[in-house]
């Protein structure tokens, strides 16, 4: 049991409780009562940290996004050889993430002010978000080195993001049932074409090659 008076532990805990809560019931069914039950802690307790179930959520979701972002540094993106498999390496982290809390809360909609969050913690969330595609871009131009200068750059970030975003909802629901192509394909694939469509659109003449993939998962 976390020390009292000890603050920082305490969120500590509320913050896995509500993980655990939302990862055993989701969204729909996380409350705050459940969380404060999880924890050990008063439902008064849990409010003078988390002013709402949207903001406990927001604290949640920026902490994995902090998280992916060192995941993505540190694990996923060594040792890479092409720009297609950043892309691939970069779904495949998402998905899961996507399908707990990136369908919930749109975080380019909180960046535009359109979110029930506190403003503090949309800002948060935005930043891990803003984190995250940092991560990619930069893993990206070890094999596209023009990409950091090309002009439309702002429009390529967004364009990958939301197309990535579509895949994990398409596999998020029943949709994928609509073809035969598994996950690992579809993935393979959408990288393929979203690092070709990008490298034509910005006028980027460095080719890396294609990675085949060998494998799938349904």
């Known amino acids: 049991m976390t020390k009292w008076g000890d603050r920082v532990a305490r969120r500590e805990d509320i913050l896995a409780a509500g993980r655990g809560v939302l990862e055993r019931d989701g969204y729909a069914r996380l409350n705050m009562r459940a969380v404060a039950d999880r924890a050990r802690v008063s439902p008064g307790t849990l409010y003078t940290y988390f002013a709402s179930k949207e903001a406990l959520f927001a604290a949640l979701y920026t ?9 993505l540094r540190d694990e996923a993106f060594t040792g890479l050889h092409t ?16 399908s707990l809390f990136g369908h919930q809360i749109d975080v380019w909609g909180t960046l535009a002010g359109d979110s029930v969050l506190p403003p503090d913690a949309g800002q948060r969330l935005v930043g891990a978000a803003v984190s995250v595609i940092a991560e990619v871009r930069e893993a990206l131009g070890r094999f596209e080195p023009g990409l950091p200068e090309a002009a439309e750059l702002g429009l390529a970030v967004p364009f990958v993001w939301s197309a990535v975003n579509g895949l994990a909802e398409h596999f998020r629901g029943p949709r994928h049932g609509l073809h035969p192509h598994s996950r690992d394909e579809l993935t393979h694939f959408a990288a393929r074409a979203l690092v070709s469509g990008v490298r034509a ?13 060998t494998t799938t998962r349904s």
């Open 63 to 71: 902490d994995r996004l902090e998280e992916l972002g060192r995941e």
């Open 83 to 98: 720009a297609e498999e950043v892309i691939v390496a970069f779904m495949e982290h998402w998905f899961p993430i996507y």
């Open 201 to 213: 659109a910005l006028g980027l003449t460095h080719a890396s090659p294609t990675h085949t993939a």
